[in-house]
């Protein structure tokens, strides 16, 4: 760094550019002119606090804290916001809150809280979204509902499809789903427990599946024979070759990624 001071008379500073130090040139470059004859502003000392009466908070802008700045900046005075109420509603006033409380008993937990006067009877909002559910939430839409919101209203009553009540299967490796019967979706009681095989098979009876499909290489039992043979070790590969299929189709039927409904 150069140093050189600045070419204004009187003025200590380190050139910066064109011969001025920072301050004159920043001035120069925001009005054209570096006005010598105005004095630049002296840097604010180190722990000044703000001008506000009463407030011992950091200097921030204008002489003044954060909060009084903010204050200044929207109304136009950093004066407290004056009461507009004629009088305090009853109850208790936490500190830095203008706004009455009162002790309840929470309606979802049960908990003892704090809270404002009028509210909904529940400890938090958080506790309020947990226990508002059925005819009582406000986003409650009844029979309305979207189709997942109606699916999801079994999983909450009846829990986790985890068996099959149509071919009774219950690998706990399986994937179950909840199949409506009947069409009526806002009845939970109208849903039955389906391994996907079989949700499948309900929704599109007339759908053919296996060896009934016009583009159907393999039957069901060239299936069950392949995968015994692979189970024993023989290669994928080459029983693709035998039954005149890709081995991408073949390993498909071995691992029970297709052809699902051989047993």
Not at 7 to 16: T, Y
Not at 118 to 130: F, I, L, N, Q
Request: charged share 25%; net charge positive.
């Amino acid at each position: 760094m150069s140093d050189r001071t600045c070419s204004i008379p009187g003025c200590d500073g380190v050139i910066n550019a064109r011969g001025w130090c920072g301050g004159h040139y920043a001035r120069w470059r925001l009005t054209g002119d570096p006005q010598p004859d105005l004095p630049l502003d002296s840097p604010v000392p180190k722990g000044t606090t703000c001008k506000a009466d009463d407030c011992d908070d950091p200097y921030y802008c204008l002489g003044w804290c954060v909060r009084h700045y903010n204050r200044w900046r929207m109304r136009g005075s950093v004066e407290d916001r004056p009461n507009w109420r004629k009088g305090k509603v009853r109850g208790i006033y936490p500190a830095g809150s203008k706004s009455p409380h009162e002790w309840i008993a929470c309606v979802g937990c049960g908990e003892r809280a704090l809270v404002r006067v009028g509210g909904k009877g529940y400890c938090s909002r958080a506790c309020g979204t947990k226990h508002q559910t059925g005819a009582g939430h406000p986003l409650w839409k009844g029979a309305d509902a979207g189709y997942v919101s109606l699916h999801k209203r079994v999983y909450r009553r009846r829990g986790k499809a985890d068996h099959c009540e149509r071919c009774g299967r219950n690998d706990p490796d399986g994937i179950y789903q909840w199949a409506n019967l009947t069409g009526r979706y806002e009845d939970i009681w109208d849903f039955e427990q389906m391994c996907v095989t079989c949700h499948a098979a309900y929704d599109t009876p007339g759908k053919r599946r296996g060896s009934a499909s016009p583009t159907a290489k393999l039957t069901e039992v060239a299936v069950a024979e392949a995968r015994r043979r692979h189970a024993a070790g023989e290669s994928g590969y080459a029983m693709s070759r035998e039954y005149g299929v890709s081995a991408v189709a073949m390993m498909n039927a071995i691992k029970r990624r297709t052809w699902k409904h051989v047993a």
